[in-house]
């Protein structure tokens, strides 16, 4: 289920605000920035998001292979103890 930006509670709007997240944690813009986030229909704020830039996206693309080349090691070591493991009995 998405999360939503803006949340009802007692029967009005709650606003919310997010955060990027970044190698497993949530964590602000590096720049600190925030923008509303506004809902085209009715022009209201729900919410803030991070103003992310171009150092956000250098950090969660980094984050994002490194998290890529530990799943493929882990996936490579349980393919060679598999191995190991068939060639034993």
Known sequence: ???R???F???RLVLVDVENFIGGKKCPAIS???MDYTAPA???VHGRVPSSGEKDVVAAVAA???AFRLGRNYL???ARTSE???RDH
């Open 1 to 3: 289920m998405p999360r």
């Open 32 to 34: 600190g920035g925030v």
């Open 64 to 66: 994002a292979q490194k």
């Open 9 to 11: 509670f007692e029967g």
């Open 84 to 86: 190991t493991i068939g």
């Open 5 to 7: 930006f803006g949340r």
């Open 42 to 44: 009715t022009g209201k």
């Open 76 to 78: 490579l070591q349980s």
